[in-house]
């Protein structure tokens, strides 16, 4: 009877030493220079624009490599904070506006994004593949494609409620529907690859318990569906903070629901020649900052791999 041939020792130490080796200087310094490079590239624009704002000679460009611009001041700011335009609105009108925008498409594109994907995700029903099909071919059209039938349906429309009367075209209402109507495919796909990649033994294991459908749903399918949903959230938010070509072409002509984004560009002058190029930065600084907060509170649920390790196999 021949003897086991010994199984050869494993090298996992000495991998793992190896691995946590200090790469060669030369090596860290090309990296460190590559990532200061791209830190640049990335941050130059917003450093260009910073400068600007706070140049009172109200340049186009900076005329010199100073970030700080010789007699540097913030009244370019205070001005665009009390008359960003000449029209008869306010900043905080124009915020407002545009959070209303941002907020109700993201929400209602997140809300009916959330519960399509999870029926496409978990549910097998007639249709099923033939709908998926139809939402990626819409969300394959650009969002201009939309605007001019979606200008003539929502025109027919004229809302008397509760002593309001609009028209559901020129009202932000329905700017929020245009929007919403070109997010929901994405919002659809999104979170769909999401809920595939959570473990169906979840659901299993909770419906043994007794929970129904709509218990699984709202209790251990959305919990577990954050990161995904955070992520929706935040670019629709920002998708419908930054539109500025549907929201022109609906409410352009009422100034008391203009936008952030519609009052940017009308400082822009005739060929360029008559802007204020030092409030033009300054609320292009402004037209941005809610933006990065908003990122900054999504960050902390922008991880992902919440449902992995969940099950034990």
């Not at 090298?11 to 490079?37: E, G, M, W, Y």
């Not at 998926?132 to 008397?160: H, K, R, W, Y």
């Not at 002509?253 to 009052?263: E, P």
Request: charged share 10%.
């Amino acid at each position: 009877m021949t003897a086991a041939t010994p199984a050869r020792p494993r090298k996992t130490r000495a991998n793992s030493s190896r691995q946590d080796r200090p790469l060669p200087l030369h090596q860290q310094l090309i990296l460190q220079l590559a990532c200061l490079f791209i830190a640049l590239t990335v941050l130059f624009p917003i450093i260009w624009v910073v400068s600007m704002s706070i140049d009172p000679r109200n340049i186009s460009r900076p005329d010199a490599l100073n970030l700080i611009p010789p007699g540097a001041s913030l009244d370019a700011y205070a001005k665009v904070l009390s008359k960003p335009t000449n029209n008869p609105i306010s900043f905080i009108g124009l915020m407002t506006n545009s959070l209303k925008i941002a907020v109700g498409s993201a929400a209602i594109s997140v809300g009916l994004g959330v519960t399509a994907a999870y029926a496409f995700s978990r549910l097998r029903f007639r249709g099923r593949e033939t709908l998926m099909i139809a939402i990626l071919g819409v969300l394959m059209l650009p969002s201009v494609a939309t605007i001019i039938p979606l200008f003539i349906f929502l025109n027919q429309f004229n809302v008397d409620f509760f002593g309001l009367s609009f028209n559901l075209r020129a009202s932000l209402l329905g700017v929020i529907l245009t929007i919403t109507a070109s997010q929901l495919p994405f919002a659809i796909w999104n979170l769909k690859g999401y809920l595939d990649t959570v473990p169906k033994d979840l659901e299993e294991a909770a419906a043994v318990d007794g929970a129904t459908q709509f218990q699984i749903f709202r209790k251990l399918v959305l919990p577990l569906s954050v990161p995904a949903i955070a992520v929706t959230g935040f670019l629709g938010f920002l998708g419908g903070w930054s539109e500025y070509l549907t929201t022109y072409m609906f409410i352009g002509q009422k100034v008391s629901d203009w936008t952030l984004s519609i009052a940017l560009n009308s400082m822009v002058g005739q060929f360029a020649r008559t802007t204020s190029w030092s409030e033009f930065g300054a609320f292009a600084i402004l037209f941005a900052l809610p933006v990065s907060l908003v990122f900054f509170f999504f960050q902390r649920y922008l991880v992902g791999g919440l449902a992995v390790g969940g099950v034990k196999g």
